[in-house]
């Protein structure tokens, strides 16, 4: 069974620019959450998305938005990027809803914002 | 707000020592508990989880880990450890209050020299 998929796996963008990130979950998981990891502030969840609808959220500014589609792929977008948006951006894709469902990691995508 | 804490952030053990690596949250109800696992190169991957009954929970590779209701603490133990469990190791824990959401610890880096 193929793994959780996540492209690109590196982005370097510029400030004030906007980028997609994209994430394939493992056949059959419909749920997708997104996390930001960095050094100081480690794993930080952004949303969930369960059959296409936004279940839960973190606490991220507006800039941070995502959907997922009728196959349960899911994207995430940042508008007007900052240089504290760099980070190692996780996609993690369960079998349900909610935090209990163990979660599948993808390898992430490494945006940086110069 | 809940919050995960993970006392040590870089541990370094010869091949064969063992290992504790302590987890403690703040939250009065009920939790389910993870630890995750990222070892070098790769994705995040489940370690083991606890969510009711016995209190000490087996999980892949000889790790297991030892929920403590009064002490809210969660913490991992390997009784010998190899040069391939060198990985970040992270803590997560789930609270019935926290729109099952995951709260992270920030990680614990080990490094197992042979």
């Known amino acids: 069974k193929a793994g959780v998929t996540q492209t690109p796996r590196y982005l370097i963008k510029t400030r004030g620019q906007q980028v997609t990130l994209s994430c394939s979950p493992i056949?059959?998981?419909?749920?997708v959450s997104w996390y930001q990891q960095t050094p100081g502030q480690g794993l930080q969840f952004l949303f969930e998305?369960?059959?296409?609808?936004?279940?839960n959220k973190g606490n991220f500014p507006g800039r941070f938005s995502g959907r997922q589609f009728s196959n349960s792929r899911s994207e995430m977008n940042v508008s007007t990027l900052e240089l504290g948006d760099s980070a190692l951006y996780l996609c993690?894709?369960?079998?349900?809803?909610?935090?209990?469902?163990?979660?599948?990691f993808g390898n992430g995508t490494r945006l940086t914002v110069t | 707000a809940q919050s995960v804490s993970q006392h040590n952030h870089h541990v370094i053990l010869s091949e064969a020592a063992s290992l504790e690596l302590g987890c403690n949250y703040s939250?009065?109800?009920?939790?389910?508990l993870f630890w995750y696992v990222q070892y070098p190169g790769q994705h995040l991957q489940l370690l083991l989880k606890?969510?009711?009954?016995d209190p000490l929970v087996k999980g892949i590779k000889g790790f297991e880990a030892e929920f403590i209701k009064s002490k809210f603490s969660f913490n991992l133990r390997k009784p010998s450890v190899q040069w391939s469990d060198t990985a970040e190791y992270f803590c997560?824990?789930?609270?019935?209050?926290?729109?099952?959401?995951?709260?992270w610890g920030l990680g614990t880096s080990l490094a197992v020299n042979p």
């Open positions: 939250y009065g109800g009920t939790v389910n």
């Open positions: 993690a894709s369960s079998l349900r809803q909610g935090g209990n469902s163990p979660l599948h």
């Open positions: 997560a824990v789930n609270a019935d209050g926290n729109n099952r959401k995951l709260i």
């Open positions: 998305y369960f059959s296409e609808t936004q279940r």
């Open positions: 606890y969510f009711s009954g």
């Open positions: 056949s059959g998981h419909r749920s």
